[in-house]
T-cell receptor, first 115, second 115 residues
Framework: AQSVTQPDIHITVSEGASLELRCNYS??????LFWYVQSPGQGLQLLLK??????LVQGIKGFEAEFKRSQSSFNLRKPSVHWSDAAEYFC?????????????FGAGTRLAVHP | EAGVTQSPTHLIKTRGQQATLRCSPI?????VYWYQQALGLGLQFLLW???????NRGNFPPRFSGRQFPNYSSELNVNALELEDSALYLC??????????????FGPGTRLTVL
């Protein structure tokens, strides 16, 4: 079955520190992968996506993610975190099997940033 | 360019009533998706509409239904409300209805509370 796992429910980092949020997927075909961010009480904002090609993807707000097929991973990184990055982050895989056209989301990682 | 809009922002109903949620996609987008974000259950795919037709639905009972209008806006109806229907309902739109070449953009959501 297709699934997305985000092993870390909650992460706390200091402002200015580097960040890596983990994402592992299970999907039989070529995955279409996404990272979204959700601020409290808000909808989802797309950070970046991977469809094909270069496995290192650049996104908005200084985020990047690397697709590693051998590890079934699509980890999100940022070299220096800002207090405004505190939010919940969701990794998702696009599923088209069975006539569906939907996103399967991980459970999310809540990021707290210490000043 | 205006993003995906949803109304109302908040909706309070009592058990057994019906709720109607509305979504306007980004101009030019023909596909609309509905997701439920309930506490403890994460983000789950509800419905997909494309070109006025329901293309697929997630694992939800028939009392969750909807439609897409000729202008591509969409309505989600939840009949016979139950307490566990309390959630944030997110609408997303995309331009082509194909994950392989497409991205879903989300609205701010409607918070439904069932008392």
């Amino acid at each position: 079955a297709q699934s997305v796992t985000q092993p870390d429910i909650h992460i706390t980092v200091s402002e200015g520190a580097s960040l890596e949020l983990r994402c592992n997927y299970s999907y039989g075909a070529t995955p279409y992968l996404f990272w979204y961010v959700q601020s409290p009480g808000q909808g989802l904002q797309l950070l970046l996506k991977y469809f094909s090609g270069d496995t290192l993807v650049q996104g908005i707000k200084g985020f990047e993610a690397e697709f590693k097929r051998s590890q079934s991973s699509f980890n999100l990184r940022k070299p220096s975190v800002h207090w405004s990055d505190a939010a919940e982050y969701f990794c998702a895989v696009g599923s088209t099997s069975g006539g569906y056209n939907k996103l399967i989301f991980g459970a999310g990682t809540r990021l707290a940033v210490h000043p | 360019e205006a993003g995906v809009t949803q109304s109302p922002t908040h909706l309070i109903k009592t058990r057994g009533q019906q709720a109607t949620l509305r979504c306007s996609p980004i101009s030019g987008h023909t596909s609309v998706y509905w997701y439920q974000q309930a506490l403890g259950l994460g983000l789950q795919f509800l419905l997909w509409y494309d070109e006025g037709e329901e293309r697929n639905r997630g694992n939800f009972p028939p009392r969750f239904s909807g439609r897409q209008f000729p202008n591509y806006s969409s309505e989600l109806n939840v009949n016979a409300l139950e307490l566990e229907d309390s959630a944030l309902y997110l609408c997303a739109s995309s331009s082509m209805g194909r994950i392989s070449t497409d991205t879903q953009y989300f609205g701010p959501g409607t918070r439904l509370t069932v008392l």
